[in-house]
């Protein structure tokens, strides 16, 4: 469970979260709202890379604003970046495994065999050579989630992990990231723009509007919202057929 409690972010006179305060409790829970919104902040804000001016997030009870960057990897918190951190001279193997040595296992061994389980979880099992120069954006993506299961995650963090694929590319994604929560134990927090991908995989939405709630609840719930439907969805079809 996700517990935010009164948290306000603060970029000279930018607010991009304001007086947040929200408890997500569901196994894979969306996050969407606007561009500059304060989602990715928010992402930041969970794993250490930006310091709130004020409030407080735990992760299953346990605090984690205070906590360094790396010891947050110990706690089990894992994250994608909006911008895939893949390195295009190493094979899809390396990349993976690069992640691994940040991660606490009890042999290279144990090691080794997760960093192969969860290449086949995403299912590149055969694109373990693959330099990630050659990698499509697909398989990209599909690495970055490869790395945020190892492990024993806790709290899974993606951050636009369905951009610039295509509709049969997102279903194979829709599958991979349904499956987390049995393959690892980790709760999912997912950040897109892609409301298909979202109305499909999370069992509740949160809203950010600039730093504010505006909606929590079932997904189907919150997207059918007038003031979300207005505000972040136009006239989106894909919330007509829910
Ligand atoms: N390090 C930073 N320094 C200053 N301002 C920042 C910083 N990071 C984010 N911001 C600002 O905070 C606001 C929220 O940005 P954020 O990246 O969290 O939005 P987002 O919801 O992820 O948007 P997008 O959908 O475009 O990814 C924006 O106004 C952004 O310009
Ligand atoms: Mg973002």
Redesign the pocket.
Request: proline letters at 10%.
């Given at each position: 469970m996700i517990d935010i409690h009164e948290l306000s972010v603060q970029?000279?006179g930018?607010k991009?979260i304001d007086g947040l305060s929200v408890k997500l409790t569901k196994p894979i829970v969306g996050l969407i709202?606007?561009?500059?919104?304060?989602?990715?902040?928010?992402l930041n804000v969970l794993s250490g890379f930006?310091v709130p001016v004020q409030g407080s997030v735990s992760v299953d009870g346990r605090r984690v604003t205070g906590v360094a960057p790396h010891a947050r990897t110990d706690m089990g918190l894992r994250r994608s970046f909006?911008t895939d951190q893949i390195a295009d001279d190493l094979s899809l193997q390396e990349n993976v495994q690069a992640a691994a040595d940040h991660i606490a296992f009890d042999s290279r061994q144990a090691r080794r065999n997760a960093v192969t389980q969860a290449i086949g979880f995403v299912g590149l099992g055969h694109r373990l050579d693959r330099r990630g120069s050659k990698l499509s954006t697909e398989e990209r993506h599909l690495a970055e989630i490869a790395k945020t299961v190892l492990g024993k995650p806790r709290l899974v963090m993606l951050d636009?992990p369905g951009a610039g694929m295509s509709e049969s590319e997102t279903s194979h994604l829709q599958r991979v990231i349904r499956a987390i929560p049995t393959f690892c134990g980790a709760q999912v927090f997912l950040?897109d723009?892609d409301v298909a991908l979202i109305a499909a995989v999370c069992n509740e939405t949160m809203v950010?509007d600039f730093g504010k709630l505006l909606a929590l609840g079932p997904t189907e719930a919150v997207l059918n919202k007038p003031e979300v439907r207005r505000a972040y969805l136009g006239d989106f079809d894909h919330a007509e057929s829910l």
């Open positions: 970029f000279g930018v991009p709202g606007p561009n500059g919104a304060g989602k990715t902040t928010l930006v909006q636009e950040v723009h950010l």
